[in-house]
């Protein structure tokens, strides 16, 4: 019995000291709530205003997206009208390459022939050293001969020159022997300087056939060369097309 | 093979500067001087090679007797044509010169007709190949006949065929062998060009190599 009245008197003492401590705790709250809403009252309006805010920039963003969206579309649409235009552009430019190309290299591998067989060419120069043997050959008998015939001019002479002593020595019955005599040494003359001319003629003639033979020949080596010249660069050329074929 | 009728040789470059004063010059001076000059090197490389004090110079005219053939070699190209000529005559110098040169030993057997021809033609190949070699400094297409031996007294008639510049050259090979060369130039279009000399003498001549 002592004990639960210990314990009653405990409980009343507890709620008779309670009762106050909290109305004034309440009282307290409710004031102290009191100026927190006194103060808050500005920053919830300025919430609101930068809420509203916030509402008008995500509509700006939403309408730039849109557009952007839109922008981007119509570039992705052009850039693939390009491509394609491109892709066209680049097959057209291919088929008017090789309409090119493939009669170019089949100009080339003709211009290839014909210079291959220009270096033919060579048989002919070694005709004409042929006939240019043949022509000094045959100057070299004339030579020949020319000597023998200066040499038939100087027994004329001489003999024209005897004949000459001898109408001398028949005195008055030689005069007519003489005379004939005299036109043999002058006939004898005429010959043997015309045999000089004709000499010097076929030194002259050897060195206008050497010469213009030499000419030509080596004229012909020159349009070998080139040829052959030409011939390399139109290969280098048909390798090239080829490659590009 | 004699030297008989040789008086036709002493024809002179004189005469020749005379003669071509009565055709239309083509060729400018400098260019006859670098033609002399491109002869003079090639006489050089091709008759005394290696021998940079051998005596080669230019002459009025082909002692009379100092040859008997010449050995005439042709270098043609659009423009114009040169010709050479490697005079000789069957001397013992010249001959044991040549036998020298083909490789044949002291002592032996004299050379014969052909070797000795073919000496000479290849002195005259070597020497037209140097020039040929030089005028490609100032001509795309050249080319160089084979040599053909003519009689000497053929050698006046150059300038009868149009030539319009004729030099000759001496050329002291050895002490007892001497050797004359002519060149002959004639050209169908005006030629203008400059050539100083073999690049180590040109090197020389503009002062390169002086301290050398």
């Known amino acids: 019995m002592v004990a639960g009245d210990w314990w009653t008197g405990w409980l009343v ?54 557009d952007w969206q839109k922008e981007r579309e119509q570039w992705q649409s052009a850039a693939a009208a390009w491509e394609g235009q491109q892709q066209d552009g680049v097959l057209k430019a291919e088929q008017a390459r090789r309409s090119q190309v493939v009669p170019a290299l089949e100009h080339i591998h003709t211009q290839g022939r014909s ?42 002479v001489i003999v024209a020159l005897n004949a000459s002593i001898e109408a001398a020595r028949a005195g008055a019955q030689g005069r007519g022997f003489n005379v004939v005599a005299g036109e043999m040494r002058e006939l004898s003359s005429r010959a043997e300087a015309l045999s000089r001319d004709y000499r010097a003629s076929l030194y002259a003639n050897d060195l206008i056939a050497t010469t213009t033979f030499q000419d030509m020949q080596a004229g012909g080596k020159m349009v070998i060369n080139a040829a052959m010249g030409l011939q390399m660069t139109n290969g280098r050329i048909q390798a090239a097309l080829e490659e590009a074929a | 093979m004699s030297a008989s009728g040789f008086s036709a040789s002493s024809f002179s470059a004189a005469a020749a500067r005379q003669a071509a004063s009565e055709v239309l010059r083509l060729l400018s001076q400098r260019a006859c001087d670098s033609l002399d000059r491109m002869m003079l ?33 042709s270098i043609a190209s659009f423009p114009f044509r040169l010709n050479t000529a490697l005079h000789f005559a069957r001397t013992e110098a010249l001959l044991a010169w040549a036998a020298r040169r083909a490789g044949m030993e002291e002592g032996a057997e004299p050379i014969g007709e052909q070797q000795f021809i073919d000496v000479i033609c290849e002195v005259g190949n070597l020497c037209c190949g140097s020039i040929n070699r030089d005028l490609g400094e100032f001509q795309s297409f050249l080319g160089l006949s084979t040599p053909q031996i003519l009689d000497v007294r053929c050698l006046p008639h150059f300038v009868r065929d149009g030539a319009e510049h004729l030099r000759h050259f001496r050329v002291q090979v050895q002490p007892d062998l001497t050797l004359y060369a002519s060149l002959c130039a004639r050209a169908y279009l005006p030629q203008d060009f400059h050539w100083s000399g073999p690049p180590a003498e040109a090197a020389v001549e503009s002062g390169e190599l002086e301290m050398f």
């Open chain 1, 13 to 66: 003492g507890v709620l008779l000291g309670a009762v106050p401590m909290w109305r004034f705790a309440a009282l307290r709250a409710r004031r102290a709530a009191e100026a927190a809403a006194r103060q808050a009252g500005p920053q919830a309006e300025a919430l609101a205003t930068a809420l509203r805010e916030n509402a008008s920039l995500q509509a700006d963003l939403d309408r730039v997206q849109a």
């Open chain 1, 115 to 156: 210079l291959q067989e220009l270096q033919g060419i060579g048989k002919t120069f070694e005709r004409w050293h042929a006939d240019m043997s043949a022509l000094v050959q045959h100057n070299r008998t004339m030579h020949d001969k020319n000597d023998e015939f200066a040499r038939i001019v100087r027994q004329m």
């Open chain 2, 41 to 73: 090197s090639g006489l050089r490389q091709s008759l005394v090679p290696g021998d940079a004090g051998a005596a080669i110079e230019t002459v009025d005219a082909v002692p009379p007797g100092a040859a008997t053939h010449m050995a005439v070699l």
